[in-house]
């Protein structure tokens, strides 16, 4: 009896594990958990776009043998929702369109030779690696493209800051390296941040806030003090003009003349002839 290909599927396991570790070093860990949470926050509004890392991928129906587990890939025109595994002939031949994968000892000789191949036959249309210790490969972080079933490097560009930029067409964003450190960017210089990063970014501006909100309510009590200590001198610079435009008359009657009333209060002798004008004195004085 001949069984059809759902039928086989049926009786076929495809696992979700391989009883492995997911990574085996910090570094490979932390870039892949940044990769996979950066892009799908960068793609969350994009319902067609499926992000996963570390996810195997079945490409050929009835055989489990054809599995592949990109560290970080991207797969375009699927529903966005959560996967055990990801089999090619359930979401209509839909193949990762960017894959990344973050070199180790141990897989340096795959992600150079076996996985490129693998990819190429695939139709994924750009394959990045990224060593995190720079130790197994030179460049740290390399990009390529497929054109015409093959795959060949896409051209990196040194910033001024130093960084290394590699320009991702299927993704829309760079790719930088920054003292060993690969971070996505969109083309307009924001950096993509994890949700711990960003979570953290919140933070410090909410604190930034906070410290921005106390200066300024030390910079009003400041201001109010001021205030209070001008109002202050303005009072008793009227008080003290007060007493001034009352001790003229008295210096006067005292027979003062004008100038010396003038030099005693230290007023102008126009300011005293004003003030004795004023409250009606007028005498020999001169008026």
């Known amino acids: 009896m001949t069984l059809s290909i759902d039928q086989l599927d049926s009786d076929l396991l495809y696992p979700d594990s391989d009883g492995k570790p997911m990574a085996e070093s910090d570094p490979t860990r932390d870039y892949l958990i940044y990769g996979v949470e950066a892009l799908g926050n960068y793609f969350q509004d994009r319902p067609d776009v499926y992000v996963s890392g570390n996810l195997f991928i079945y490409y050929k129906q009835g055989v489990p043998d054809a599995v592949i587990a990109p560290d970080v890939f991207v797969v375009f025109g699927v529903e966005k929702k959560k996967r055990r595994s990801y ?45 995190p210790t720079g130790e197994y490969l030179q460049p740290q972080l390399k990009g390529l493209r497929l054109v015409e079933g093959h795959y060949h490097p896409i051209p990196a560009n040194l910033l001024p800051d130093g960084s290394l930029c590699v320009y991702s067409e299927v993704l829309g964003l760079e790719l930088r390296l920054t003292q060993g450190e690969l971070r996505f960017y969109t083309q307009t210089g924001q950096k993509l941040l994890s949700p711990s990063e960003a979570e953290q970014a919140r933070r410090e501006t909410e604190q930034a806030l906070q410290q921005t909100e106390q200066a300024l309510q030390q910079t009003e009590q400041a201001l109010q003090q001021t205030e209070q200590a001008l109002q202050q001198t303005e009072q008793a610079l009227q008080q003290e003009t007060q007493l001034r435009r009352a001790a003229v008359p008295r210096l006067l009657a005292m027979g003062l003349s004008f100038e010396q009333v003038a030099a005693a209060l230290n007023l102008s002798v126009e300011a005293v002839r004003q003030i004795a004008q004023q409250q009606g004195w007028s005498d020999t004085h001169g008026l």
């Open 87 to 131: 089999k090619v002939w359930e979401e209509g031949g839909k193949t990762p369109a960017f894959v990344l994968e973050i070199t180790s000892k141990t897989t340096q000789e795959q992600d150079e030779e076996d996985k490129p191949q693998k990819y190429a036959r695939l139709g994924v249309l750009e394959y990045f690696q990224y060593d």
